[in-house]
């Protein structure tokens, strides 16, 4: 049972205290780290109470697994995004983020754009047979271009997004064999603190609703920031 770690969890995702949480559930701040150390259990409407307040089920609260602060976690943020122009390359196969990613990698050397900024996110057109039978995947990766940045000869579409919200997250040292399981569980725990502090996603065709950016730094590691377009 995860019911003491995931309150602890929840507790901290919404900047709540022992003794707020303990002042709105009308017990004492002991009875509440007694609930989070796993020692006693709360009675059920205090159960449902608890669920009210952060915006899951019984079922989540006892049995799930909210533990997002492993390491690869940083702080969950609101970040503005400034306005940019971008073009896009979609990839459908067993492992299409490299392929996508290689392709406008391609395009910023034709462009002659140093330190290209790219993003990419999943697509998600890939028919029942393509993902069950095959196993396959959609990707669409992009290349943010400079300001001016003229890409006519490629012959692809620019598109444009205007200024936007995010709420983000940054993955620390993503391992190359560990990316299937941290990344959903990253989008998990955006999603998680967006229920409970009554943040609502934004859903656009104008802007987009999500992406990554996956860099390195001075020493070769991997990092990953994680977008969420908000309202």
Request: net charge negative.
């Amino acid at each position: 049972m995860n019911f003491g770690k995931n309150l602890q969890i929840l507790r901290k995702m919404t900047n709540m205290t022992q003794e707020k949480l303990a002042e709105k559930m009308n017990v004492s701040r002991q009875t509440i780290s007694k609930w989070e150390l796993g020692a006693i259990l709360p009675e059920v409407e205090k159960l449902v109470e608890l669920c009210e307040t952060f915006h899951c089920s019984i079922d989540q609260l006892l049995k799930g697994n909210m533990d997002y602060s492993n390491k690869a976690y940083s702080d969950i943020r609101i970040v503005t995004v400034e306005p940019f122009r971008y073009i896009s390359y979609v990839v459908i196969s067993c492992e299409p983020e490299d392929d996508a990613i290689s392709h406008v990698e391609g395009w910023a050397k034709h462009l002659k754009i140093e330190n290209p900024y790219v993003i990419g996110w999943d697509f998600p057109q890939v028919s029942q047979e393509q993902r069950n039978v095959f196993n396959m995947r959609g990707y669409r990766a992009a290349l943010i271009l400079d300001e001016g940045q003229n890409s006519d000869d490629l012959d692809v579409e620019t598109v444009s997004q205007g200024r936007q919200n995010y709420i983000t997250i940054t993955l620390e040292e993503v391992p190359d064999e560990g990316e299937f399981a941290i990344i959903p569980n990253a989008y998990k725990a955006l999603m998680t603190y967006m229920a409970i502090n009554g943040i609502k996603e934004k859903h656009d065709p104008a802007i987009l609703s999500c992406y990554e950016h996956e860099y390195f730094n001075n020493h070769g590691v991997k990092f990953m920031d994680i977008y969420i377009a908000i309202e």
